[in-house]
T-cell receptor
């Protein structure tokens, strides 16, 4: 079974509008971390935001926020006020494990295109 | 502060050969992780080195190996290359390793096996 599922292969949004990228995860661990990364066409992965499984508040980093719904095992990324430079692949990832042993798993990604 | 650097950026090898990729982390970072990205399998974790010791390992065959030097620079080696090893290989560095949440990725090495 997929540990990280991103059901939207592609998304389109108008510049300045908000967009939500979906991510659901599957784990039996109590302690885990959820990440979002952005990968522009240049190939370099850029860390955007992190949510720990015990964090009660949704993480926010500038225009990025993570809508964390633990019971539904969902960790959607919300980008407010989209910019043309936001056009990229977006990957949701989960880090499981404890005691120094951690294995990250990535989703297949969502391609976001921002229209002017 | 300089970012993560990877060399070479592009590489073409023949099936059966071996290849070594290099990654220099951000100064002060002790952890280097390696990932393989392909259109078919997506992004997959290979292994992590922390203070010269392999600390975490993904599900890859023994043909994939790595090491880390005392200056935290890391190399990844793939022996007996197969066509399926063609991929973008990314390395990432962090100060505290996988327990911390922020990793900084390099631009990747694009390996083509013919």
């Amino acid at each position: 079974a997929q540990k990280i599922t991103q059901t939207q292969p592609g998304m389109f949004v108008q510049e300045k509008e908000a967009v939500t990228l979906d991510c659901t995860y599957d784990t039996s661990d109590q302690s885990y971390g959820l990440f979002w990364y952005k990968q522009p066409s240049s190939g370099e992965m850029i860390f955007l935001i992190y949510q720990g499984s015990y964090d009660e508040q949704n993480a926010t980093e500038g225009r990025y926020s993570l809508n964390f719904q633990k019971a539904r095992k969902s960790a959607n990324l919300v980008i407010s006020a989209s910019q043309l430079g936001d056009s990229a692949m977006y990957f949701c990832a989960m880090r499981e494990g404890t005691g120094g042993s951690y294995i990250p798993t990535f989703g297949r990604g969502t391609s976001l295109i921002v229209h002017p | 502060k300089a970012g993560v650097t990877q060399t070479p950026r592009y590489l073409i090898k023949t099936r059966g050969q071996q290849v070594t990729l290099s990654c220099s982390p951000i100064s002060g970072h002790r952890s280097v992780s390696w990932y393989q990205q392909t259109p078919g399998q997506g992004l997959q974790f290979l292994f992590e080195y922390f203070s010269e010791t392999q600390r975490n390992k993904g599900n890859f065959p023994g043909r994939f190996s790595g090491r880390q030097f005392s200056n935290s620079r890391s190399e990844m080696n793939v022996s007996t290359l197969e066509l399926g090893d063609s991929a973008l290989y990314l390395c990432a560095s962090s100060f505290g390793g996988m327990a911390t949440y922020e990793q900084y990725f390099g631009p990747g090495t694009r390996l083509t096996v013919t």
